[in-house]
């Protein structure tokens, strides 16, 4: 009988950009579950000239229920420091869009 060995963890990680790499800045983050994954969108939210919210998506993203629960880790972690160093966040009431498909 022979015992399969588990490859070693690695010693050292490599980060870099994709060349199609972008930042953007994100105001709007509306999320979809499934048994198989988290999607979530990305948009900038603004005024239009009839003083409308105006929501434009430009990313989507999906992640795994283990990716998804370690982001709320690490954001979580985040926030606590930011508040420790800056003082508490507060949250504005919340527009909340109309519920339907994301598209």
């Not at 509306?30 to 009839?50: E, I, K, L, P, Y």
Request: charged share 15%; hydrophobic share 35%; aromatic share 10%.
């Amino acid at each position: 009988m022979s015992q399969s060995k588990q490859p070693a963890e690695p010693n050292a990680v490599t980060v870099s950009n994709a060349p199609d790499y972008r930042n953007n800045y994100s105001n709007s983050v509306q999320v979809r579950t499934s048994v198989w994954d988290f999607f979530m969108v990305f948009g900038a939210m603004h005024r239009d000239a009839n003083e409308r919210m105006q929501v434009e998506n430009f990313q989507g993203i999906y992640l795994s229920p283990q990716q998804a629960k370690a982001l709320l880790n690490i954001l979580s972690h985040n926030v606590v420091q930011y508040e420790q160093t800056f003082g508490a966040i507060s949250l504005e009431p919340q527009f909340i869009p109309p519920s339907g498909p994301i598209c």
